[in-house]
């Protein structure tokens, strides 16, 4: 069975630019989280979506944002890059309702120049 | 503070010794609790649920404590692949559901 991907790995931005990750879930879980890991620091939570509607938000300005398809993948996007939003973005999904058990992609990488 | 806390080590530990790390949480509607490894450069993954009567796995023993607000990871045997970062995970039970995410504790076992 095919595990959470994210995808791109890497992405390399210059400051002020827009930034787009994508992620796809573990088939027939419902929720996707994303998560910021700044190198050598603790998750940081950012989003949560579940069946289509995003039912919590992390302490981040409003130019992370994001949206989750039909079909339970979801994108996230960050405006206006500033350098500290380099770090390893994280997506886990579960089932929904089980928000304890997640399962993660691998992460992408955003690099800010 | 914040909510939920891990001392963040290293621990270095002798392979084959016993190994146990708490974690502290601020907040008393938390209803769920979890114990997730890191590897280096790798995505977390799920360890261990923590359960009220505690649980064990193998060589995993993990223990919640209510009244002081605190869980406990043992580990027994401890190979050289243990090493890792233990990440202790907190679900808030009140409006704002949601996990809570310790900063992780640090384990280099030594050969």
Sequence with gaps: EAGVTQSPTHLIKTRGQQATLRCSPISGHTSVYWYQQALGLGL??????????????????????GRQFPNYSSELNVNAL???????????SSFSGGAGEQFFGPGTRLTVL | RKEVEQDPGPFNVPEGATVAFNCTYSNSASQSFFWYRQDCRKEPKLLMSVYSSGNEDGRFTAQLNRASQYISLLIRDSKLSDSATY????????????LIWGAGTKLIIKP
């Design chain 1, 44 to 65: 940081q939570f950012l989003l949560w979506y579940d069946e289509g509607e995003e039912r919590n938000r992390g302490n981040f300005p409003p130019r992370f944002s």
């Design chain 1, 82 to 92: 500033e350098l500290e939003d380099s770090a390893l973005y994280l997506c886990a």
């Design chain 2, 87 to 98: 990440l202790c995970v907190v679900l808030r039970g009140d409006s704002n559901y949601q």
